[in-house]
């Protein structure tokens, strides 16, 4: 394969065409109804709820607003979610595969009439999703997708042919999706919410909740928010003094290129029912219109040389559409729960106040909006149409057994691995490279920057201790067991650490 040479390192298109918005940073205690951890999608979603439901919020994010899997996903907004309605009828029921599509379509309704409420100019489009296959093996169960989506109320239809490039063998198509530019919409809903009682802080990073009568969250910088309700929306929870999630979240990355092709583009989401995954839509730009090429997916800090897989897209990208020139690329995770499922709801059945959101599987879109519904209706009436269903504490966790066991296995494998690997010890590296080596018996991770210098830390994760491994296409440390990411220098990334990697004195050049 002819290796391509990108001009520019990772970066989104969401990100290069939004400039960031200026809030303040909490630097004093204060007290509201909600408290509301993380600034992406599902946060600002569930702050925009319940200050439009009476109560006064305050949002505090760790960095800058719409940054972490918001500021780089592929923002098709969508009750489409794969082949999922089969697979939720088998392992749940029919009446569970009716919530699902039900709550997500009710998301996309609920996404577009804030938009036109709010006039919000963020490129959103309606647009037909499609499942499609290349393959003879995946056509009865496009199918049946199909069947079971109109049964469901949704607007389905069986397929054999789509507009795009390829062909097919079979699609499931399904109207009156949509697609926004995911940033521009979310900037736009936070300006509804600072006002003299509620409030978005930046730079605020949670490292402590506490409960007491009241819940009492502590930030970084020393300073106290006391709220009656807590909602984690940190994408992995930055809490976790209890409910096991670190056993029952499982962090996928995933790479996406935007590419300028000769051709036009034809309208319409599609994505891939076979691995190896891959979905299209297109993107208005200053530039004209784009074509979003995403996939390659696999376990955070696990597999190949990550620019492996940037190299994989791209080599895809010019099979489909000869000539394309590539103008961005990014590449981000979202986390699985083993049924599929999201958890929206109670963070634990004894805690009335205290609420999270997230698990995804990469549709995050129409499902933060939909646990923002569930969280707001628990919050204001107790009760929510779609609670049993996104429960976090539901029975089929338990139910999905194989799913869990083997996760986990895979998960103690990591860290065993990542303890007992043969460690290289000579530090030859070249600019740009990273490697770990041992001092005094510890394992230290060095990176070498273009100017020479060598950054040391600690790669053990300071979340649960795990082994973390270099990630060459971002620069990142990544840990394979839970998802946490860290810079070259140990600042943190994503995931649930909340404390920095140990920087180690060492040679520096
Ligand atoms: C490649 C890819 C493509 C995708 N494409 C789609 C798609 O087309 N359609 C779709 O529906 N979904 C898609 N998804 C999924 C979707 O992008 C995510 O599910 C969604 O963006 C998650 O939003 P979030 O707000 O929960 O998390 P985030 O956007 O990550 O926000 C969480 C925020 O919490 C902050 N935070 C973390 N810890 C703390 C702390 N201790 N204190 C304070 N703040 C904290 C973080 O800084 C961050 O800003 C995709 C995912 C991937 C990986």
């Known amino acids: 394969m002819e290796k391509y040479t990108f001009a520019q390192p990772p970066h989104p298109y969401w990100l290069a065409s939004t400039s960031d918005a200026d809030y303040p940073v909490l630097d004093r205690d204060i007290k509201v109804d909600a408290a509301i951890i993380g600034g992406g999608i599902t946060g600002i979603s569930c702050a925009y709820l319940l200050k439009k439901a009476g109560l006064s919020v305050a949002v505090l994010e760790a960095d800058r607003l719409g940054q972490g899997a918001t500021g ?46 709010k006039e919000i100019d963020c490129d959103f489009s309606r647009q037909t999703a499609y499942v499609y ?23 389905a ?11 097919i063998k079979a699609a499931v198509s399904f109207g ?67 409910g096991l999630y670190f056993a029952r979240l499982f962090p996928h990355r995933s790479y996406v290129v935007a590419i300028k092709a000769q051709e036009a583009y034809p309208g319409g989401m599609y994505i891939t029912a076979e691995e190896p995954g891959r979905s299209f839509r297109s993107l208005p730009t200053e530039d004209g219109e784009l074509i979003m090429i995403g996939g390659e997916h696999h376990k955070t800090g696990q597999g190949v040389d990550t620019r492996q897989h940037y190299q994989n897209l791209v080599a895809y990208a010019r099979e489909v559409y000869p000539g394309a020139e590539i103008l961005y690329r990014w590449s981000t995770q979202d986390y699985l729960t083993p049924d599929q499922i999201p958890y929206a ?12 959101a997230t698990g995804f599987r990469r549709w995050g879109m129409t499902n933060s909006m939909v646990s923002a519904m569930i969280i707001r209706d628990l919050i204001v009436s107790g009760e929510s149409p779609w609670q049993d269903l996104y429960n976090p504490s539901r029975q089929t966790i338990a ?48 990176y070498k920057d273009e100017k020479g210098t060598q950054h040391l830390v600690d790669t053990t994760c300071t979340h649960l201790g795990c082994e973390l491994k270099w990630n060459a296409a971002e620069k990142s440390w990544d840990c394979p067991c839970h998802g946490s990411r860290f ?9 649930p650490a909340v404390k920095p990697l140990r920087t180690v004195k060492g040679q520096t050049d």
């Open 399 to 446: 139910a999905s057994g194989k799913t869990f066991v083997v996760e986990n296995l895979n998960v103690a494998n990591q860290l065993i691995k990542g303890k007992l690997s043969a460690v290289p010890t000579d530090t030859e590296l070249e600019a740009g490279e990273a490697k770990v080596i041992m001092i005094d018996g510890d394992k230290v991770g060095v």
């Open 176 to 242: 009156k999706q949509a697609q926004f530019h995911p940033r521009k919409y979310l900037l736009a809903l936070a300006q509804d919410i600072p006002d003299d009682n509620s409030h978005i802080f930046i730079q605020s990073r949670v490292v402590d909740i506490d409960e007491e009568k009241n819940y009492l969250i502590t930030t970084a910088a020393g300073k106290k928010v006391v709220a009656e309700k807590v909602i984690i929306a940190s994408h992995y929870p930055c809490y976790n003094k209890a």
């Open 72 to 117: 780089h996903t592929t923002a098709k907004i969508t009750s489409q979610h794969g082949l999922i309605y089969n697979k939720i009828k088998k392992q749940m029921g029919m009446e569970a595969a009716q919530q699902y599509a039900a709550a997500n379509e009710q998301a996309i309704r609920e996404i577009e009439a804030i938009i036109q409420e």
């Open 345 to 356: 709801g109670y963070f634990l059945p004894n805690t009335p106040n205290l609420f999270l």
């Open 157 to 167: 239809n069986f397929v054999t042919e789509i507009e795009l490039p390829i062909k």
């Open 133 to 155: 296959t290349e393959r003879d093996g995946y056509v009865q169960e496009i199918e049946e997708e199909a069947k079971l989506a109109q049964e469901l109320g949704i607007e």
């Open 487 to 495: 810079t070259y220098e140990g600042e943190i990334i994503e995931g």
